[in-house]
């Protein structure tokens, strides 16, 4: 998939998938460490640009353990 439209930074995707994904976390009831480790721990598997909705349920997969 193609970076979204004046993205010129090689980290922004990555950061743009994290914070979106940390944010939902959050928003349903984990600490933003909680939430950081989360996205550690799936990162590496996810690869570089994964959809914040595939990140998000991997996420919530390891949190649910």
Not at 43 to 48: I, K, P, T
């Amino acid at each position: 998939a193609a970076p979204p439209a004046g993205d010129s930074g090689a980290a922004a995707p990555e950061a743009s998938w994290r914070g979106q994904v940390a944010q939902a976390l959050v928003g349903l009831g984990w600490n933003p460490r909680q939430a950081e480790s989360a996205l550690d721990a799936v990162a590496v598997d996810l690869g570089e640009h994964p959809e914040v909705a595939t990140a998000l349920r991997a996420a919530l997969r390891v949190l649910g353990r």
